[in-house]
């Protein structure tokens, strides 16, 4: 039995590395249609969730090994329709839920598959096509590179706006569709005084129009006030209101009471308010808003007669 010792070996741990992947891959099944991140979350989790569907499918392609049925191009494509296919129908039926369909989650399912018959011996291939081994390992690594980097480019970003306090945003930022919804947009011109730069927003006549901050420092304990700094370059006022709600106002029904509301009416040219984050924590009308939790905060006006614009110049704690 000893002679036979080195052959049984990698035999045995081939079978246990297959078991472990049925394991985990049936641990992982059910995050499919349960659990995971909602509306509410924010993006960290959301790109680190997303990265779950290349486990999946990675260990669903070592419990299954189709390498033991088929070989060559044969493999690759079978393999490569076969999750297609499945991955599709996990889109679709999750539209049925609570969760969003998200067809990049295919393209990821398919770097789930290929990291494995990738990183296979030969790369599953036969020796007519085994120059083509490396290039394709390549662009698998470097598939596989990209979506984990997307992740760490994420934690970055979350790492640098929970360091921005006092600041509630960085004006500096290019692009502000990752911190903002609505239709706001980077701006530097003397227009605005002093400000060298600022966000410009833009306000339609749809009944409610504004921007809304989903992605800011969420913990106000330390500080006593918010100031926000509009510029309003219409000739006329303009009724704004301001919304701040925590991450339980987010969880729960959108109780118009249960969050803060205050109109801001704008004057020609520029504004500034200021306002006691007292008031602001006491605004919820059964509770105590949890100031170490703030989810957002939105400026929006009501029924506007004709678009208008105007531009916010700062926001910060004090």
Known sequence: MALNLPAY???????????LAFAGMILIAPLFFVGGPGWSDGPLFKSAWNLGHILFFALLTLAIQPWRIWTGWTLWGISTLAVLLLGTGIELLQHGTSRQMDWQDILRNQVGVWTILALRPRASLTRKSRPVV???????AALLAAEIG??????????HVSQLLPALYDFRQPDPSPFWDGVIAPVTDHAIDAHKRALRIS???AHY???????????WRDYDRLVIDLYNPQDHPLPMILRINDMEHDLGDNNYNDRFNTRLPLTPGPN???????????????????MQTIRRLILFTVALPEPKTLYLRDIRLE
């Open 134 to 140: 490396w290039p394709l390992r390549l662009i698998v």
């Open 203 to 205: 306000l339609s006549t």
């Open 9 to 19: 070996r990698p035999a045995r741990n081939t079978q246990i590395l297959r078991y």
């Open 209 to 219: 129009s504004g921007v809304s901050l989903h992605n800011l420092p969420e913990d």
């Open 272 to 290: 500034q308010f200021k306002l006691d984050l007292d008031r602001i924590k006491a605004a919820p009308e059964s509770r105590s808003m949890n």
């Open 150 to 159: 997307a992740t760490a480019r994420v934690a970055i970003q979350q790492y």
